[in-house]
């Protein structure tokens, strides 16, 4: 899978210039990062054996996770919510200090009271909003934010329960390259005025409206490794790559710089969220491919790889590992983990019971190795 920051390998370099790569690269060989044990804000654990094959992805580097709801079916209740943490604690690798944080799928008939529950329950950390037929799984979503779901909004502002939003618009007409942008404009924006005091994040952004959009309201943002370091040439390199397909779709290069800018500039409001997003291979390499990109294995390296390439590497911590927290009015992390400046090959698929799923940059060259301290 070939990538637009990624396609550079030594071994197609003259033989001098790769001398002097080699001598760089002794050089920065040594270079070792050591930061605050990163959360992943926004992640997809599956259930069943893709949960056991993916869980120790994340949990090898992550301290916590917001866990996404999107199953078949989805966690709607608090109950649903406790049972699904049982089984991603019970598929944790042996001494694992991984903490799932737990969220609900918001529909058009969740009650007040259900958030009520949730609040006491000291396990889930959110409401997920999907517009319905926006994603994966989403079938079952939202239809009618500002009528049938006013009371349990006003439930959630009561309680301080952060409402994450998939930002898309679902309408066939509206193009799907500007399906963010109208959600803010027909969404989001009366979503907020309405309610300033409502915590919201805004998952993954992919364009520079979502940018100006979350720079000038009280609210949040997590942010992709995809977005980051993919336009949307990427998705047809050579032939169509099903692998680079996500939801919302990668956009322009001008909206990935922006992205960029916004990470690197040090603002708090933008934090880790890789929408690590396994899928079987078989429903990726198909006539009509899943929406998701399994980042998981892949996510601190490419993280790492864009703060460098912006010269701020200083700032990559705070996104990392504390602005989520600060956000969501959680302790930091007090371990370490070390990335070290070493290239290493990533695998080109891995294994599970029931088939194989392929990673983003499967077969590529990474430069930065996460390991915990
Ligand atoms: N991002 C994706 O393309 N897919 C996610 C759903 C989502 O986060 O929208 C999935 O669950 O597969
Ligand atoms: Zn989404
Ligand atoms: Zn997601």
Redesign the pocket.
């Known amino acids: 899978m070939k990538s637009s920051i990624f396609t550079c390998k030594a071994s197609s370099f003259p033989s001098t210039t790769f001398k002097v790569l080699k001598e760089v690269k002794i050089n920065i060989i040594k270079m070792e990062l050591s930061i605050t044990r990163p959360d992943d804000w926004?992640l997809?654990l599956?259930d069943g054996k893709l949960l056991e094959a993916v869980v120790p992805h994340s949990a090898h580097h992550f301290g916590r996770a917001i866990i996404?709801p999107?199953l078949k079916p989805p966690i709607t209740t608090t109950a649903a919510a406790m049972a699904y943490r049982e089984s991603i604690l019970k598929a944790l690798p042996i001494n694992s200090g991984f903490t799932p944080l737990m969220t609900l799928y918001l529909t058009d008939s969740t009650t007040p009271a259900e958030i009520k529950l949730a609040k006491e329950s000291g396990v889930i950390f959110a409401v997920k909003l999907?517009p319905a037929g926006?994603?994966?799984?989403?079938q079952d979503g939202v239809t009618d934010l500002f009528g049938k779901c006013m009371p349990v909004i006003e439930e959630m502002v009561k309680h301080n329960m952060p409402l994450l939003v998939?930002g898309?618009v679902t309408s066939p007409e509206v193009d799907i390259f500007d399906r963010e942008k109208v959600f803010i404009e027909t969404v989001l924006s009366p979503l907020v005025q309405k309610f300033p005091q409502l915590k919201v994040v805004m998952?993954?952004v992919t364009t520079m409206d979502a940018v100006k959009f979350v720079e000038s309201w009280r609210i949040a943002a997590t942010v992709?490794p995809q977005h980051l370091v993919l336009n949307r040439n990427s998705l047809f390199q050579g032939g169509l790559q099903p692998h680079n397909?996500?939801?919302?779709?990668l956009k322009r290069e001008t909206h990935r710089q922006a992205i960029v800018s916004a990470v690197t500039s040090g603002s708090k409001r933008f934090f880790l969220g890789t929408?690590s997003?396994?899928?079987d291979r078989l429903k990726k390499e198909c006539p009509c491919g899943?929406?998701?990109?399994y980042n998981a294995p892949v996510a601190l390296a490419v993280y790492a790889k864009v703060f460098e390439e912006a010269g701020a590497l200083d700032k990559l911590e705070a996104f990392t590992s504390f602005n989520g927290p600060d956000f969501y009015g959680l302790p930091r992390n007090t371990s370490k983990i070390t990335l070290r400046k070493t290239p290493w090959k990533v695998p080109e698929s891995f294994s599970y019971a029931s088939g194989h799923v392929v990673p983003m940059f499967a077969g590529e060259m990474l430069d930065w190795l996460p390991s915990p301290v």
């Open positions: 926004h997809h599956r996404m999107n999907y926006a994603t994966t799984n989403s998939h898309e998952e993954h992709t397909y996500c939801l919302p779709v929408d997003a396994p899928h899943c929406a998701g990109i």
